[in-house]
């Protein structure tokens, strides 16, 4: 690839957010300077930001991701737990209710998760990747308050940013070019890059969705007495037979937070009063009488934008030179499943592998690179399709046999990985992003799945861990 006019390899990431950031540490060493476009200004401390619609609910960091964010930035695990991160051993410390039961409590060690708040999750990230940066030999500029407004260049490359102060004029220069040898998008669910296509010449990427039409509200606790609180979460997904649903997860200094959700039809409200009352309509009563030994600490805040959407670049000929698309950019996922944090980590350690395999920035390789995040999401793509597609919309495309067979598959594996260790370990492998989906076909796993009579799950949560 060639250099920029002022000399070197440079790069632009759109948006600072978790993934903007990965995707810095992912191109150190590949450019000699990084400048980041965010359009928000980063709050003093770890305080939610209006730039991140998400931030108030419930996030957490599976073990794939993990140990990809170790990979990339070594000691950040270690810092979100200084920082009062809680880690939580599926499914050991988090209780789970499915449409056959309760899921019994294997104490497998296999699985560590982190339920972390956002703010505390952006800020500890932020500042591994800017002390990393200072530490190499990449330059690099965070320019706060500034908007990505469209890309130059034509059909065949992508050659910099346009963008926009937003602090007001700045001394005539509210609107200007930025040249840069590769562009990232990273700018999140609202990305405009199939807009800013056409004004490239190119037609947007194929798209694909799926729509649950599901809505989620959240609101945050502290249990009246710390010595009486659960000892282990709560998670109740809603199923065909009873779509509401809820999780209630332990976060920092000593709070919870709770998310109830609902498909068309039954979304959760925002009242406060309305709120509690609908806790009391989900699968099971048990995160309902929780909440008697709980006082709330905030509003109740709402969240519907939660379609399932692929944007495919990884496609041939859907990628310019010179630019590539990471994150929820590219393909975001219902975010009641938690998988968005991690899918960010696997794909921007896919892009350094592919820059570190592929002997750095060369023609081609954004292409590659591309394609190297799409394997990274597709395991969490499946995994969210599956759940969803039952309550699709109409508009959405139909499932094909295969599809169908998998879903059938999937909903027998789900209820025999409540009762059974083997099993549930495969399904908890690939859940969680460690394994490929090939796993939940081994031999071992499909023959437990299919010929072994389905089960209950346990008729109340389980208070006695089990050892494996």
């Not at 002022?6 to 995707?23: C, D, E, P, S």
């Not at 039809?265 to 609908?278: L, M, N, Q, R, W």
Request: net charge neutral; with cysteine.
């Amino acid at each position: 690839m060639a250099e920029d006019s002022k000399g070197g390899r440079t790069a632009i990431v759109i948006g600072g957010g978790l993934a903007g950031m990965l995707a810095v540490t992912a191109l150190a060493g590949h450019v000699d300077a990084v400048t980041v476009v965010e359009r928000d200004r980063y709050p003093d401390g770890q305080t939610f930001r209006k730039g991140v619609p998400q931030a108030r609910h419930l996030h957490i960091l599976l073990s794939g991701g993990q140990r990809a964010l170790e990979e990339l930035l070594p000691g950040t695990v270690a810092a979100l737990c200084e920082a009062g991160a809680r880690s939580l051993y599926l499914p050991r410390d988090l209780l789970t209710r499915s449409a056959t039961g309760w899921q019994r409590r294997f104490d497998e060690r296999r699985h560590l998760t982190l339920s972390v708040t956002r703010p505390v999750l952006d800020t500890v990230v932020r500042e591994q990747v800017l002390r990393a940066a200072a530490a190499s030999a990449t330059r690099v500029e965070v320019l706060e308050a500034t908007e990505a407004i469209g890309l130059t260049g034509d059909a065949g490359r992508v050659t910099g940013v346009r963008v926009r102060s937003r602090d007001g004029d700045a001394g005539g220069r509210s609107e200007r070019e930025l040249p840069a040898t590769l562009v990232v998008d990273a700018s999140g669910r609202g990305s405009r890059t199939p807009q800013w296509y056409a004004a490239l010449g190119r037609t947007a990427p194929q798209e694909e969705t799926v729509d649950a039409g599901l809505a989620y509200a959240t609101r945050m606790y502290r249990p009246k007495d710390p010595a009486t609180a659960p000892d282990a979460g709560v998670n109740v997904p809603g199923w065909p037979g009873c779509p509401r649903g809820a999780a209630y997860v332990p976060v920092e200094d000593g709070k919870w937070l709770l998310t109830v959700s609902g498909v068309r039809g039954h979304h959760p409200p925002t009242d406060e009063a309305e709120f509690t009352a609908f806790t009391a309509t989900i699968g099971d009563p048990y995160v309902h009488e929780l909440l008697a030994q709980a006082e709330p600490l905030s509003p109740v805040h709402g969240f519907r934008d939660t379609c399932n959407r692929r944007r495919h670049y990884e496609r041939p000929g859907a990628l310019p030179e010179g630019f590539l698309v990471l994150g929820d950019a590219g393909c975001t996922f219902n975010p009641v499943y938690g998988q968005g944090m991690s899918v960010a980590a696997l794909g921007a350690l896919a892009v350094r592998t592919t820059l570190a395999d592929g002997g750095g920035l060369r023609p081609g390789t954004t292409a590659e690179a591309q394609r190297a995040v799409a394997r990274a999401v597709e395991p969490a793509w499946l995994a969210a399709v599956g759940s969803d597609r039952p309550y699709a919309s109409p508009d959405d495309a139909k499932a094909g046999l295969g599809e169908r067979l998998s879903t059938w598959y999937i909903d027998r594996l789900f209820a025999r990985a409540a009762i059974d260790p083997v099993v549930g370990a495969a399904f908890r492998d690939v859940f969680c992003l460690t394994a490929p989906p090939a796993r939940l076909v081994a031999p071992q796993i499909f023959l437990r799945t299919v010929f072994l009579p389905r089960r209950p799950g346990l008729p109340s949560p389980p208070a006695v861990i089990e050892r494996v």
